[in-house]
């Protein structure tokens, strides 16, 4: 069965960078565009980017564009989001999410969440 | 990047029905039929129960149901029942300026 797998998250400080990982299974990564989402304590989801099957489009929300980069390895059937600058209100759980067969826009299938934390 | 509005709570009775509002605008929920609901749990990930609009993942029960007028998509819980208790969020795609996805801020969902 789909099966995500984040990992990565700790407790870093402003300013500071840290990558996370999702390890995908059950599926074959390179047919679906993937997403990260967010789940921000009292202020519930938040939709984080997109990077298209084979990679080449990437889009991000505003509130992390320049800041963040989401990559895959189609080979290694692994989606990353690299975070750089991180400031406090990035503190959340993150979600890497996959949508439905069939449809662009179900996030169907999501990891167990890794959670970040940014304090001095 | 856009902003959709939810209500922040709708409680009914069991065996009631409730219906959750989520309005955007042109650019996106009027925009396309891309509205998802999906159903936060505490301490677990989301749920999708609603795709496109309308549609029903497998194994989401027949009582929730999706539309979508102008620009505000409704969900409906038929038949409330106790275990229907949580937060319950809605999204929308945008393709202006860039393609992107917005979350509505969530609605609690008591049951009385």
């Known amino acids: 069965q789909v099966q995500l797998v984040e990992s990565g998250g700790g407790e870093v400080q402003p300013g500071r960078s840290l990558g996370l990982s999702c390890e995908a299974s059950g599926f074959t990564l390179s047919t679906y565009t993937m997403h990260w989402v967010r789940q921000t304590p009292g202020k519930g989801l938040e939709w984080v980017a997109l990077i298209s099957s084979d990679g080449t489009e990437r889009y991000y929300s505003d509130s992390v564009r320049a800041r963040f980069t989401i990559s895959r390895d189609n080979f290694k059937n692994t989606l990353y989001l ?9 503190t959340a ?8 067969s069939g449809s662009y826009y179900g996030f169907e299938f999501w990891g167990q969440g890794t959670r970040v934390t940014v304090s001095s | 990047q ?21 309005t955007g605008s042109s650019t996106d929920v009027g925009g396309s039929n891309s509205v998802s609901w999906y159903r936060l749990h505490p301490d677990r990930a989301p749920t999708l129960v609603i795709f496109e609009v309308h549609y029903r993942p497998p194994g989401v029960s027949p009582r929730f149901s999706g ?17 229907d208790e949580d937060e319950y969020f809605c999204s929308s795609y945008s393709r202006t300026p860039t393609p992107h996805f917005v979350f509505g801020p969530g609605t609690t969902v008591t049951v009385l």
């Open chain 2, 67 to 83: 539309s979508k007028s102008g620009n505000t998509a409704s969900l409906t819980i038929s038949g409330l029942q106790t275990e």
């Open chain 2, 2 to 22: 856009s902003a959709l509005t939810q209500p922040a709570s709708v409680s009914g009775s069991p065996g009631q029905s409730i219906t959750i509002s989520c």
């Open chain 1, 82 to 90: 690299q975070m750089n600058s991180l400031r406090r209100n990035d």
């Open chain 1, 93 to 100: 759980v993150y979600y890497c999410v996959r949508p439905s």
